[in-house]
């Protein structure tokens, strides 16, 4: 079932442009009148995200070829909290999108039939002077409107748009930050998440059920779920579903993101006693951290819940199954390892999904799929960048981190063998720091393995996929929790004799970027690194970054400035004299997140002291390249960078 023809060389190492060249990304599938949606990120074209749909009813194969919505100058994206997510909503024969050239929304009426759509399909809903920032949102089609979140000045609002146009009108105004807004079956009930800083959603956030008139106006709310305020429990919330009449989350209150149901939701008053009832009370993850709108791990597909959960950082794919009052996840059996952004429909379900030798595609599961006994469907992304036999697969790796905890990490072997000792090793952290390191298929890896390096994913403390106390291992402690574990797992991997200890270099981007320069200040184990987009001054960061992240430093670090020492402290641009070995630096001069003057002065910094540094500047890039011509450059550079200093 996965699978796809190889490219690239069958024999010698993975070229940077297969890696990461042309590759699309696919996100956020939706199945909608017996179609499925999705947006697909090119690289080749600058980053532009498009949307593709497949016809893919009752568990026939889909199409044989997607058919694209949004060609040309199209390019749907949200700018919601900087990172986006949620950019399009669609019920049947309607499209609401975010259109990134104006930021505003935009209507499409698909043809009943397969003939071209004609310009006259789009239509701009939303005025081009509205100044807010839309996403995260569902069509209301009994009202003719859109319902979703509108980021303006410092708060978030919930807002409807009316399907034939015009301005946006508050429901809703959060106190801070809100989301994963969903309407009830019958349109009576309207259910979303909210948070306020400094805590993040996956600190702290609240379940908000609210009560919608005839005329679909707000009429009462109440938070039923979660905890918000420094004395209460920290207690998150994940992606509210309804499943029928009970609305289904995710809540960690018990140290995991388990299943909840508030049992009669739909029809229960404001002032109604709330029945919770845990539905899957396990030692695994049915969430993700919300950087994004629009995840997805769970799904109603008319009769019964689907999900993914995570154990020991694998995922595996779902059905939940009600007997005699109790509940039980059955996995099914499916060769994969990753799965997200879950839809359903009538009985069909659909999910992207990843495995240590399959790159991302779309998973179609039919009634009997679920059931297992038919033949789920699968369309990759993209074919496998090397032949079957060459790809190098993740091992899970436990060593000794920080405060004797058992920690995690992937390691990928070499691909390509050495005439004599050790392999050189790539130590990677995750972005976030809040993420994790997950084993689908990535090509940039096997650009390292396939040139005889071994690779390490370290799922330092702080990771999600392991319960809330592994998270919260991180507490107070970025910069020294992170940079002890990278530098352990390297450690474990040259004790072991799997590495040689003069050729382990470190690289990431962002917070990554950030633990790279921690990393090369503060331990003597690596020799190179290179860094993306890095926090090098925490102190700026703390004063200059966007709202989003406005008070995560708090729980990183400390409070800013009562903990200036300590930010001082850690921050790498306060130490570069420490740094005595080569460093590359990457940088997009439209980053929000992490300003370019960060990077100037730390290279600045490096170059004052003699030690070996490069910068690359691109114009048009923000916090993450989208341009695969950029991205071929980035790799490239580096690997030409740590061949030099590492006399490869």
Same mark, same amino acid.
């Given at each position: 079932?996965?699978?796809?023809? /190889?490219?690239?060389?069958?024999?010698?190492?993975?070229?940077?442009?297969?890696?990461?060249?042309?590759?699309?990304?696919?996100?956020?599938?939706?199945?909608?009148?017996?179609?499925?949606?999705?947006?697909?990120?090119?690289?080749?074209?600058?980053?532009?995200?498009?949307?593709?749909?497949?016809?893919?009813?009752?568990?026939?194969?889909?199409?044989?070829?997607?058919?694209?919505?949004?060609?040309?100058?199209?390019?749907?994206?949200?700018?919601?909290?900087? %990172?986006?997510?949620?950019?399009?909503?669609?019920?049947?024969?309607?499209?609401?999108?975010?259109?990134?050239? #104006?930021?505003?929304?935009?209507?499409?009426?698909?043809?009943?039939?397969?003939?071209?759509?004609?310009?006259?399909?789009?239509?701009?809903?939303?005025?081009?002077?509205?100044?807010?920032?839309?996403?995260?949102?569902?069509?209301?089609?009994?009202?003719?409107?859109?319902?979703?979140?509108?980021?303006?000045?410092?708060?978030?609002?919930?807002?409807?748009?009316?399907?034939?146009? =015009?301005?946006?009108?508050?429901? &809703?105004?959060?106190?801070?930050?809100?989301? %994963?807004?969903?309407?009830? *079956?019958?349109?009576?009930?309207?259910?979303?998440?909210?948070?306020?800083?400094?805590?993040?959603?996956?600190?702290?956030?609240?379940?908000?059920?609210?009560?919608?008139?005839?005329?679909?106006?707000?009429?009462? +709310?109440?938070?039923?779920? =979660?905890?918000?305020?420094?004395?209460?429990?920290?207690?998150?919330?994940?992606?509210?579903?309804?499943?029928?009449?009970?609305?289904?989350?995710?809540?960690?209150?018990?140290? !995991?993101?388990?299943?909840?149901?508030? &049992?009669?939701?739909?029809?229960?008053?404001?002032?109604?006693?709330?029945?919770?009832?845990?539905?899957?009370?396990?030692?695994?993850?049915?969430?993700?951290?919300?950087?994004?709108?629009?995840?997805?791990?769970?799904? !109603?597909?008319?009769?019964?819940?689907?999900?993914?959960?995570? @154990?020991?950082?694998?995922?595996?794919?779902?059905?939940?199954?009600?007997?005699?009052?109790?509940?039980?996840?059955?996995? $099914?059996?499916?060769?994969?390892?990753?799965?997200?952004?879950?839809?359903?429909?009538?009985?069909?379900?659909?999910?992207?999904?990843?495995?240590?030798?399959?790159?991302?595609?779309? $998973?179609?599961?039919?009634?009997?799929?679920?059931?297992?006994? =038919?033949?789920? +469907?699968?369309?990759?992304?993209?074919?496998?960048?090397?032949?079957?036999?060459?790809?190098?697969?993740?091992?899970?790796?436990?060593?000794?981190?920080?405060?004797?905890?058992?920690?995690?990490?992937?390691?990928?072997?070499?691909?390509?063998?050495?005439?004599?000792?050790? /392999?050189?090793?790539?130590? +990677?952290?995750?972005?976030? *720091?809040?993420?994790?390191?997950?084993?689908?298929?990535?090509?940039?890896?096997?650009?390292?393995?396939?040139?005889?390096?071994?690779?390490?994913?370290?799922?330092?403390?702080?990771?999600?996929?392991?319960?809330?106390? %592994?998270?919260?291992?991180?507490? =107070?402690?970025?910069?020294?929790?992170?940079?002890?574990?990278?530098?352990?797992?390297?450690?474990?991997?040259?004790?072991?004799?799997?590495?040689?200890?003069?050729?382990?270099?470190?690289?990431?981007?962002?917070?990554?970027?950030?633990?790279?320069?921690?990393?090369?200040?503060?331990?003597?184990?690596?020799?190179?690194?290179?860094?993306?987009?890095?926090?090098? #001054?925490?102190?700026?960061?703390?004063? #200059?970054?966007?709202?989003?992240?406005?008070?995560?430093?708090?729980?990183?670090?400390?409070?800013?400035?009562?903990?200036?020492?300590? %930010?001082?402290?850690?921050?790498?641009?306060?130490?570069?004299?420490?740094?005595?070995?080569?460093?590359?630096?990457?940088?997009?001069?439209?980053?929000?997140?992490? /300003?370019?003057?960060?990077?100037?002065?730390?290279?600045?910094?490096?170059?004052?002291?003699?030690?070996?540094?490069?910068? &690359?500047?691109? /114009?048009?890039?923000?916090?993450?390249?989208?341009?695969?011509?950029?991205?071929?450059?980035?790799?490239?550079?580096?690997?030409?960078?740590? @061949?030099?200093?590492?006399?490869?």
């Amino acid at each position: 079932m996965p699978g796809g023809a /190889p490219q690239g060389a069958a024999t010698g190492p993975l070229p940077a442009a297969a890696a990461v060249g042309d590759l699309p990304g696919w996100q956020e599938p939706r199945l909608a009148g017996g179609r499925c949606f999705w947006l697909e990120r090119r690289p080749a074209e600058a980053g532009r995200t498009t949307l593709l749909m497949l016809h893919a009813g009752r568990g026939e194969a889909p199409a044989a070829l997607p058919r694209e919505l949004t060609p040309g100058e199209w390019n749907l994206r949200s700018r919601i909290h900087e %990172y986006g997510g949620g950019a399009y909503a669609v019920e049947g024969s309607v499209v609401v999108f975010v259109h990134d050239g #104006d930021r505003c929304l935009w209507r499409l009426d698909l043809p009943a039939d397969s003939v071209d759509i004609p310009p006259d399909a789009f239509r701009r809903l939303t005025p081009p002077d509205t100044g807010g920032a839309f996403a995260d949102g569902l069509l209301d089609r009994p009202r003719d409107r859109w319902l979703g979140v509108m980021e303006a000045g410092e708060r978030d609002h919930l807002v409807e748009v009316p399907l034939g146009g =015009g301005p946006p009108r508050t429901l &809703h105004e959060a106190s801070d930050f809100c989301g %994963y807004a969903v309407l009830s *079956p019958d349109g009576r009930r309207l259910a979303w998440v909210e948070w306020q800083r400094p805590a993040m959603p996956w600190q702290r956030s609240q379940l908000w059920l609210g009560w919608l008139d005839a005329a679909g106006a707000l009429v009462a +709310k109440r938070c039923v779920a =979660g905890s918000a305020g420094r004395d209460a429990q920290a207690v998150s919330v994940f992606q509210p579903l309804w499943a029928g009449a009970d609305l289904v989350v995710a809540n960690d209150h018990g140290g !995991w993101w388990n299943l909840e149901r508030l &049992h009669g939701a739909a029809s229960l008053q404001p002032d109604g006693a709330l029945r919770w009832e845990p539905l899957l009370p396990l030692a695994a993850e049915f969430a993700l951290p919300q950087w994004v709108c629009g995840m997805r791990t769970t799904a !109603w597909d008319g009769r019964r819940l689907v999900a993914a959960a995570c @154990r020991q950082g694998l995922w595996q794919l779902g059905r939940i199954e009600e007997r005699g009052g109790s509940s039980t996840w059955s996995p $099914l059996d499916l060769p994969f390892t990753e799965f997200g952004g879950l839809t359903a429909e009538r009985g069909e379900v659909v999910a992207l999904a990843a495995s240590p030798t399959t790159g991302t595609g779309l $998973l179609q599961l039919g009634s009997d799929s679920i059931d297992g006994h =038919g033949e789920p +469907k699968f369309v990759p992304a993209a074919p496998r960048p090397l032949p079957i036999g060459r790809i190098s697969v993740a091992e899970a790796f436990w060593f000794e981190g920080w405060g004797d905890q058992p920690t995690h990490a992937w390691y990928y072997p070499p691909g390509a063998e050495r005439e004599e000792g050790p /392999p050189p090793l790539l130590v +990677k952290g995750h972005s976030g *720091p809040t993420g994790m390191a997950s084993t689908g298929l990535s090509p940039t890896i096997q650009f390292w393995t396939s040139r005889g390096w071994g690779v390490v994913d370290v799922n330092y403390g702080g990771s999600t996929g392991f319960g809330r106390a %592994y998270r919260e291992r991180l507490d =107070g402690g970025w910069g020294v929790v992170d940079v002890h574990d990278c530098a352990a797992a390297a450690r474990a991997l040259v004790d072991a004799g799997r590495a040689d200890p003069e050729r382990v270099a470190i690289e990431g981007g962002s917070a990554a970027g950030f633990t790279v320069l921690a990393a090369l200040c503060f331990t003597d184990v690596f020799r190179a690194g290179a860094c993306r987009y890095a926090v090098a #001054d925490l102190a700026a960061l703390a004063r #200059d970054t966007h709202r989003f992240e406005a008070g995560y430093l708090e729980s990183l670090v400390g409070p800013w400035p009562a903990a200036r020492e300590r %930010y001082e402290a850690r921050s790498p641009l306060f130490h570069a004299d420490r740094i005595r070995c080569p460093v590359i630096f990457f940088q997009g001069l439209e980053d929000r997140v992490v /300003p370019p003057q960060q990077t100037r002065a730390m290279v600045e910094a490096l170059e004052h002291r003699g030690v070996p540094v490069e910068m &690359h500047l691109f /114009p048009g890039e923000g916090h993450g390249f989208r341009d695969g011509r950029v991205r071929i450059r980035v790799l490239e550079g580096t690997e030409a960078f740590f @061949r030099r200093h590492l006399d490869l």
